[in-house]
Every structure is written in C-alpha cells, then in structure tokens.
C-alpha cells in the first residue's frame, strides 16, 4: 500500500531535516581555529537522495547504510593547500560506525577522538554518535596531513553525544577476537566490497536483515567469523539452504563453516578455497561454539 503523507507530517519531516542540518552547521571548525586554515566555500547541504548529486557513482553504498543528510564545506590553508570536510547523519550509530569502517582504509593508523577515529595520509574519518564524518586533503602537500588530523579532533569535538553500538557486537568477544574488527552492514553490496563471497546474493541479505564480522588469531590461525540476523527464522533458513546450495556447486568458494541458529546464520570464513585445507573445521571449533553460544543468548535478550 502507498504510504500518502499529510501536510503536517511533511511539514514535520522538512523542520527535522532543517534541524539536522543547522545542527551539523556547528561541527565545521571555525576560521583559523586550524591555524591558518579558513573556510573558501559555504557549507553544502545534501538530504535524502540529493547524496547521489554530491557522490558520484557512491551513493548507494550510504543508502544502504540509512543515510540522512550530508554537509560539506572546503578550507583553504597555507601554501594554497585545500581541505574538505566532509560530515554525514545517518540513522542509527551502527549505520554511522558501519560506513566509518566501510571507508576506513586498512592500512589506516588509529586517531584517539571520541567515539572512533581514523587517519591515514591526507585522509582521516570519524564515527560518533550517528555521524560519520571524512575529512581528506585536495593534493598531498606539506602540512595537509597533519592538518586533516586537526580537523578530525575538532569536529569529533563539536559533535555532542555519543552513540551505543547493538548487543550483536558483543556476542563476537570470545577466544581469538580481534578488537577494532568489526565490520557491520545491511546489504550485499557492502558485503561484496568488504569481503567478497559471490557476485550473487548468496546470502540473502535484504531488506530487514543486517550481518556483522570480526577478525580472529586463533591456534597461528587467521580467520573471520560473521553472524547474519535476518528478520525471521523462515528467512534465515531460506538464507542458509541458498548459501549451502552455492558452496556445493562452486568448488572455487571460500573454505567455510556455518549453522543456521533461530534467526541467525553464523560462520566463518577461512581465506582459503574449498579443498585446500583439511583442518580449517578443527582449528576454529572452540571459538564457533562459544560464538554460537553467545549468539543464543543473544536472540533470547532481543
């Protein structure tokens, strides 16, 4: 059925999105409070799909993490040396920290802001609350990185709460886990891109269902454990039949372990293919169990 909004509703909706806007207004660092650097352009504002007009060809990938509205705004500095500054709202703080850890790149050294930093060259990023904010210099010249680094404290600064993650997050902290891991998305999109499984939706991941990972050292062994919540059981044993069905037709297919649980499927991936290790199963046994475990009682608590 067509949802038909009244006049007061979008009434409604247009001052939250005004308020959102003039609110992030604030989190640009004023004129030379970088010393040296001043704003060369006004602040941009991006709502809603709007976000295609201002990335092109990425805006998608923010649609799927429940994007709101974008603000955006250029610095100039020493040198004629440029800086954008680049702030997004999303809906809830897994949405803002999950595009942070999209973009965040792998190489990227930690920048101690509250709630998470990351800086990386003449890039750095921010996640707090629900905002999610990318600051990245124009050209590589001399003092943007440090520069950038600035930025990053001062808008984490001015951004005024934080945000709590989901239980789901917890249920990964068993034997092996590797803090500052976690990956967090709602579509195969995502997914594609922060670890490949298929160029099929093999997972089914859609509309209602969300998926997380973490890295894991577990015995000299690496490996990657997920946990996909869908919004049913039916779903999720729709979900696990595909999934098995895939894995016994392409012998090319990461080596893998999973069990569908009530609404969940939790796995592993093992960075190998199919056939070229025998102990993958053995070596990550104790940790899938515990995991498995603590997604239970993580069902049971929902």
Same mark, same amino acid.
């Given at each position: 059925?067509?949802?038909?909004?009244?006049?007061?509703?979008?009434?409604?909706?247009?001052?939250?999105?005004?308020?959102?806007?003039?609110?992030?207004?604030?989190?640009?660092?004023?004129? /030379?409070?970088?010393?040296?650097?001043?704003?060369?352009?006004?602040?941009?504002?991006?709502?809603?799909?709007?976000?295609?007009?201002?990335?092109?060809?990425?805006?998608?990938?923010?649609?799927?993490?429940?994007?709101?509205?974008?603000?955006?705004?250029?610095?100039?500095?020493?040198?004629?040396?440029?800086?954008? %500054?680049?702030?997004?709202?999303?809906?809830?703080?897994?949405?803002?920290?999950?595009?942070?850890?999209?973009?965040?790149?792998?190489?990227?050294?930690?920048?101690?802001?509250?709630?998470?930093?990351?800086?990386?060259?003449?890039?750095?990023?921010?996640?707090?609350?629900?905002?999610?904010?990318?600051?990245?210099?124009?050209?590589?010249?001399?003092? %943007?990185? $440090? $520069?950038?680094?600035?930025?990053?404290? =001062?808008? =984490?600064?001015?951004?005024?709460?934080?945000?709590?993650?989901?239980?789901?997050?917890? %249920?990964?902290?068993?034997?092996?886990?590797?803090?500052?891991?976690?990956?967090?998305?709602? =579509?195969?999109?995502?997914?594609?891109?922060?670890?490949? %499984?298929?160029?099929?939706?093999?997972?089914?991941?859609?509309?209602? $269902?969300?998926?997380?990972?973490?890295?894991?050292?577990?015995?000299?062994?690496?490996?990657?454990?997920?946990?996909?919540?869908?919004?049913? /059981? /039916?779903?999720?044993?729709?979900?696990?039949?595909?999934?098995?069905?895939?894995?016994?037709?392409?012998?090319?297919?990461?080596?893998?372990?999973?069990?569908?649980?009530?609404?969940?499927?939790?796995?592993?991936?093992?960075?190998?293919?199919?056939?070229?290790?025998?102990?993958?199963?053995?070596?990550?046994?104790?940790?899938?169990?515990?995991?498995?475990?603590?997604?239970?009682?993580? /069902?049971?608590?929902?």
């Amino acid at each position: 059925m067509k949802r038909i909004l009244t006049a007061a509703a979008l009434a409604a909706a247009f001052s939250a999105g005004a308020w959102a806007e003039e609110d992030m207004k604030g989190f640009f660092p004023r004129p /030379q409070e970088i010393a040296g650097w001043t704003m060369s352009y006004d602040i941009d504002t991006y709502a809603g799909e709007k976000i295609y007009d201002f990335i092109d060809g990425a805006g998608e990938i923010f649609m799927k993490y429940n994007f709101e509205v974008a603000t955006a705004a250029e610095y100039a500095g020493p040198g004629d040396a440029s800086i954008a %500054v680049e702030i997004y709202k999303m809906k809830t703080p897994e949405d803002a920290y999950g595009i942070w850890m999209y973009q965040k790149p792998t190489t990227a050294e930690k920048l101690e802001v509250s709630q998470g930093g990351y800086a990386s060259g003449i890039t750095a990023g921010v996640w707090k609350g629900t905002y999610y904010a990318r600051i990245y210099g124009l050209e590589e010249k001399e003092g %943007v990185a $440090a $520069a950038a680094r600035e930025f990053a404290k =001062s808008v =984490s600064g001015r951004i005024p709460s934080e945000g709590n993650l989901p239980n789901l997050f917890k %249920v990964f902290e068993v034997d092996g886990f590797q803090k500052g891991t976690i990956r967090f998305l709602r =579509s195969d999109l995502a997914l594609r891109n922060l670890h490949f %499984v298929s160029d099929e939706n093999v997972l089914d991941l859609g509309e209602g $269902a969300e998926m997380a990972f973490a890295d894991y050292v577990l015995k000299k062994r690496a490996f990657i454990a997920f946990v996909a919540v869908y919004p049913s /059981q /039916q779903a999720a044993i729709a979900a696990a039949t595909k999934y098995a069905k895939f894995l016994g037709a392409n012998e090319r297919a990461e080596a893998t372990w999973f069990k569908q649980t009530g609404k969940t499927i939790v796995g592993t991936w093992t960075g190998l293919k199919v056939g070229e290790t025998t102990d993958s199963q053995d070596v990550m046994f104790e940790t899938i169990k515990d995991l498995i475990e603590q997604v239970k009682t993580y /069902q049971l608590n929902r």
